[in-house]
T-cell receptor, first 113, second 112 residues
Framework: NAGVTQTPKFRVLKTGQSMTLLCAQD?????MYWYRQDPGMGLRLIHY???????AKGEVPDGYNVSRLKKQNFLLGLESAAPSQTSVYFC????????????FGPGTRLLVL | GQQVMQIPQYQHVQEGEDFTTYCNSS?????IQWYKQRPGGHPVFLIQ?????EVKKQKRLTFQFGEAKKNSSLHITATQTTDVGTYFC????????????FGPGTSLSVIP
């Protein structure tokens, strides 16, 4: 049981480049989330999904897109990376909505030059 | 909008001393969760509090949810070096999941 996995672990991008972060979970969770973590700002929700084929915006969605084509996978896309998107990105999943325990992946460190 | 604040931002303690972090929300919460993140790691769920005035203990950790369900605290008795990390509270307000707001965290350093 791998839990929540994220790829890649680390990436350097140039401004304007695009990339996709992959999150996978093997716990059959319905809900999945993407957060970004910046120093002194805690975790901010970017987008989330309440089930396969559905996505919704969180607190800071601008500049990001997501897709949930399969229940176990949640993809976060950056179409045109900006230095302000330099951050650590965490994916999480949970079984129920309404504040159920969230299980976090190991994170992806992204540096945009 | 809803805000969740935590104090202090940083805390340095001598090993064996007690530690407390406080979490305050601008709105009434349905529940509150606490997570711990070790340096370089990812947040790990510690506990969830749901009821007004609820107190839960996990070994040396004591969690409390305020009577008004707008604040919470985490107290660690006799800190150990294994307690090092950042402690986040996360509050849920309402029933929509985008209302889950994480506090900025309290970073704990333990001096051996």
């Amino acid at each position: 049981n791998a839990g929540v996995t994220q790829t890649p672990k680390f990436r350097v991008l140039k401004t304007g480049q695009s990339m996709t972060l992959l999150c996978a979970q093997d716990m059959n969770h319905e809900y999945m989330y993407w957060y970004r973590q910046d120093p002194g700002m805690g975790l901010r929700l970017i987008h989330y999904s309440v089930g396969e084929g559905t996505t919704a915006k969180g607190e800071v969605p601008d500049g990001y897109n997501v897709s949930r084509l399969k229940k176990q996978n949640f993809l976060l896309g950056l179409e045109s990376a900006a230095p302000s998107q330099t951050s650590v990105y965490f994916c999480a999943s949970s079984y129920f909505e309404d504040g159920e325990t969230q299980y976090f992946g190991p994170g992806t460190r992204l540096l945009v030059l | 909008g809803q805000q969740v604040m935590q104090i202090p931002q940083y805390q340095h303690v001598q090993e064996g001393e007690d530690f407390t972090t406080y979490c305050n929300s601008s709105t009434t919460l349905s529940n509150i969760q606490w997570y711990k993140q070790r340096p370089g790691g990812h947040p790990v769920f510690l506990i969830q509090l749901v009821k007004s005035g609820e107190v839960k203990k996990q070994k040396r950790l004591t969690f409390q949810f305020g009577e008004a369900k707008k604040n919470s605290s985490l107290h660690i008795t006799a800190t150990q070096t294994t307690d090092v990390g950042t402690y986040f509270c996360a509050g849920l307000s309402g029933t929509s999941y985008d209302k889950v707001i994480f506090g900025p965290g309290t970073s704990l350093s333990v001096i051996p």
